[in-house]
Nanobody, 123 residues
């Protein structure tokens, strides 16, 4: 059974940091590109960041570039998203997603997606 389990979300104040994790099982993690996508209340799904299968190429949507860092540990089947200087507009449910083709992830196309972890940024 394929599983992507996100964790690390929570309620923080503007300017604070969080680290999200996504642990994968049931498929060959290091054969898949990975991404984080998010959905804010009342809005559609938004691509946030992607990483290739080897972990040496990362991509970010402009609104998070310089604040978020995406990484993966293939030995642990885990994806990470380090989020710094969080803003209220980062409030959303964050999902990790996997696909065999990196280019599909930016288009919100993926083979697997987790259940999400909530991030709320509020003073």
């Amino acid at each position: 059974e394929v599983q992507l389990v996100e964790s690390g979300g929570g309620l923080v104040q503007p300017g604070e940091s969080l680290r999200l994790s996504c642990t994968a099982s049931g498929f060959t993690f290091n054969n898949y590109a990975m991404s984080w996508v998010r959905q804010a209340p009342g809005k559609g799904l938004e691509w946030v960041s992607s990483i290739n299968d080897g972990g040496d190429s990362t991509y970010y949507t402009p609104s998070v570039k310089g604040r978020f860092t995406l990484s993966r540990d293939n030995a642990k089947n885990t994806l990470y998203l380090e989020m710094n200087n969080l803003k209220p507009e980062d409030t959303a449910m964050y999902y990790c997603a996997a696909d065999g083709r990196l280019s599909r992830l930016r288009l919100l196309q993926y083979r697997y997606r987790g259940q999400g972890t909530q991030v709320t940024v509020s003073s």
